[in-house]
């Protein structure tokens, strides 16, 4: 998380969204888009982190053959 909020663009890059994280990485350059870079960085965590879990509970139901 605190990758997220210092360095932005490099944090989606190293999560897989590579457009997103040059985007943002040009928008951190600025000292007033820091801010909405680093708000967006770490929405878009927690939403990696969210799609994780729902992963998991998607396999965990399959498993027990609730789907």
Do not use: N
Not at 7 to 20: A, D, N, Q, T, Y
Not at 33 to 49: K, T
Request: hydrophobic share 55%; charged share 15%.
């Amino acid at each position: 998380m605190l990758f997220a909020i210092l360095l932005p663009g490099i944090s989606m890059i190293f999560r897989g969204h590579v457009l997103k994280g040059i985007i943002c990485g040009i928008l951190h350059l600025t000292l007033i888009g820091w801010i909405p870079a680093a708000i967006w960085a770490v929405a878009s965590y927690q939403q990696d982190l969210a799609e994780k879990r729902h992963r998991e509970t998607l396999e965990v139901l399959a498993r027990q053959g609730r789907l």
